[in-house]
């Protein structure tokens, strides 16, 4: 790290994939330091556990080689920067969205190139995870965004890092406009908050599928219709082009993605494509933003290769409704997204905390990995108290480019989030 007093602990405490599927461990690691001028290292205070964590988890994605560090989503407080970060200092509170800049523009991006990803190992970036105390992040000036003061929760902030931005771009990607009717299958955490963000940008009714009880509850909670696709009434689209018998939805999210089940709870990876397909009206939109990806079997996703390459789909029906479909990553939308999501948050426009079903430590991660797999819980987020006062007086209070600052110069720096410069040149 820049500057410190002398670590008396040089290790941390981490969640980290070992290449076993269904299991997770919590290990000693070594502490991130500053590697590049422009880093920052963050003290993580929150960390989620997310539904793509699962796939890790289910050994179907992530890097070759484990083992790596898990998690994408956090917030946290600068404890160090490096010589050349300039809107950042220590103690400054931040969101560290899942994707970071990746230092670069390239006009023929890879999927690397659209920007590096915390918690997924070598092949991506090489970064650590925010499931662990500490957390180096490159490029701080243009991957951290400033949280605007020190007494709201980490949980009115937390999820801007990956799954409200996940959910807003799935109803971009649907073309979604007020007004619409809506369908989203599943509801984890990116459905339940895609149904939720589609009421608050004006959708007329909005239908969310699943079929565990919690989670159709918590949809009902927030004025979604709940559909139990499992139901003796019929499959989810079956269900609701009885309630819209002019067609079906102007617009469907997918937020479930290849590792769905059918209305029998047998997989089935193209059926959420297919009762797409099904339930969106003529001219309508279909968003697509769970994870699609097949991965040759490796240390890191031994089971990868159990991913289709090749999905069938009814692609006569997709033309014959004139049907348009939206898809990707979500990570150069991510910024894109931030700065209204910010401002919806500082205003109190929208409150997110009631998407959390638990609050753990982290060395109760690797149970807790069990019961979200199990869907036993919607949303589990890892706090880290720091009450060992001893442990953070060892912290640096000095960085690299020349102290902390004073509060009076803290609050001159207060700023907005940095609104990305869109990475795909402009046609000629």
């Keep these: 790290m820049a500057s410190t007093n002398g670590t008396p602990n040089k290790t941390m405490r981490a969640v980290v994939w070992e290449g076993k599927p269904f299991e997770m461990a919590v290990r000693d690691v070594p502490l991130p330091e500053i590697q590049q001028p422009e880093d920052a290292i963050v003290r993580m205070t929150t960390a989620a556990i997310c539904g793509s964590d699962l796939h890790t988890y289910h050994g179907l994605f992530g890097s070759s080689t484990p083992p790596w560090q898990m998690g994408h989503e956090g917030v946290g407080v600068v404890i160090a920067v490096g010589s050349a970060t300039e809107r950042f200092r220590v103690g400054d509170r931040v969101l560290i969205p899942g994707g970071t800049d990746a230092g670069f523009f390239s006009v023929d991006q890879t999927f690397q190139e659209q920007g590096v990803f915390y918690g997924q190992g070598p092949d991506f970036g090489n970064l650590g995870g925010t499931q662990a105390e500490y957390l180096r992040v490159p490029f701080a000036d243009d991957s951290l965004v400033a949280i605007p003061d020190n007494f709201s929760s980490d949980l009115d902030w937390l999820f801007l890092s990956d799954i409200f931005p996940t959910a807003w771009t799935g109803l971009n990607f649907a073309r979604f406009q007020a007004g619409d009717t809506v369908a989203v299958f ?14 608050l940008r004006g959708a007329s009714r909005v239908y969310s599928i699943d079929h565990v009880r919690d989670r159709l509850d918590k949809a009902a909670s927030i004025g979604a219709i709940p559909i139990d696709f ?21 617009r469907t999210v997918d937020c479930i993605g290849q590792t769905c089940v059918n209305h029998h709870l047998k997989p089935q990876q193209n059926y959420v494509i297919e009762e797409a397909i099904k339930v969106t009206k003529f001219n309508g939109g279909i968003g697509l933003v769970g994870v699609y990806a097949s991965l040759p079997s490796s240390a890191g996703a031994p089971l990868g290769d159990t991913m289709d390459k090749q999905l069938s789909i009814s692609l006569p029906d997709l033309w014959l409704k004139n049907l348009s479909v939206g898809t990707g990553t979500v990570g150069p939308s991510l910024y894109n997204v931030l700065p209204r999501a910010w401002d919806l948050v500082k205003s109190g426009r929208v409150k997110l905390d009631w998407v959390v079903s638990s609050q753990i430590g982290i060395e109760d991660a690797p149970k807790a990995y069990q019961r979200f ?25 000095v960085t690299e480019n020349g102290g902390s600052g004073s509060e009076a110069e803290k609050k001159e720096q207060f700023r907005l989030p940095i609104r990305k410069k869109n990475r795909r040149p402009l046609p000629m």
Excluded: D, H
């Design 230 to 250: 499992t139901s003796p009434a019929g499959t989810a689209s079956e269900q609701i082009l009885r309630r819209e018998p002019t067609g079906g939805v102007e």
């Design 186 to 199: 599943g509801a984890g955490p990116v459905g339940l908050m895609c149904a939720y963000i589609a009421l």
């Design 373 to 397: 797999n199990k869907k036993q819980e919607i949303k589990m987020v890892i706090t880290f108290p720091w009450v060992n006062k001893e442990r953070l007086a060892a912290e640096p209070n």
